[in-house]
C-alpha cells in the first residue's frame, strides 16, 4: 500500500510565496513521474507541475517562471515552490505519483489535497 501526504497549504497575500511538499511512503520499488495538479472551486482539476525521474520539468503555462517543481529520490518527495502567487492561483493541490511497488506493479496515487488561498 502506498500513501501520498501533502502538507505546506495554507492562506498568503499576493505576491506572496508558498512551498508545498508530498512524500510517499510504503510499498514502493520506485517512484516514476511525480506532479502537482490543482482544482479550483467550479473547474477542472489541472496540471501544474510534473517532474519524471529523469529529465526535464514540465509546467503549465500559467505558473511558468514563478513556480519551481523539484523531487529528492532519496526521501519520496517532491516540492513545489510556489512565488510571486496571485488571486487566481488559489484552489486544492494535489500530489500525484506514478508508483512502481515491490510487486513490479505501476499504478498512479493521488494525495488527499492542500488548499492554498491567496488573497488580501
Known amino acids: 500500500q502506498v500513501q501520498l501526504v501533502e502538507s505546506g497549504g495554507g492562506l498568503v497575500q499576493p505576491g506572496g510565496s508558498l512551498t508545498l511538499s508530498c512524500t510517499a511512503s510504503?510499498?514502493?520499488?520506485?517512484?516514476?513521474?511525480m506532479g502537482w495538479y490543482r482544482q479550483a472551486p467550479g473547474k477542472e482539476r489541472e496540471l501544474v507541475a510534473t517532474?519524471?525521474?529523469?529529465?526535464?520539468?514540465n509546467y503549465a503555462d500559467s505558473v511558468k517562471g514563478r513556480f519551481t517543481i523539484s523531487r529528492d529520490n532519496a526521501k519520496n518527495t517532491v516540492v513545489l515552490q510556489m512565488n510571486s502567487l496571485k488571486p487566481e492561483d488559489t484552489a486544492v493541490y494535489y500530489c500525484?505519483?506514478?508508483?512502481?511497488?515491490?510487486?513490479?506493479?505501476?499504478?498512479?496515487?493521488w494525495g488527499k489535497g492542500t488548499l492554498v488561498t491567496v488573497s488580501s
Open positions: 510504503g510499498s514502493i520499488f520506485s517512484i516514476n513521474a
Open positions: 517532474i519524471p525521474s529523469g529529465g526535464s520539468t
Open positions: 500525484n505519483a506514478n508508483i512502481r511497488s515491490n510487486l513490479y506493479i505501476d499504478l498512479n496515487y
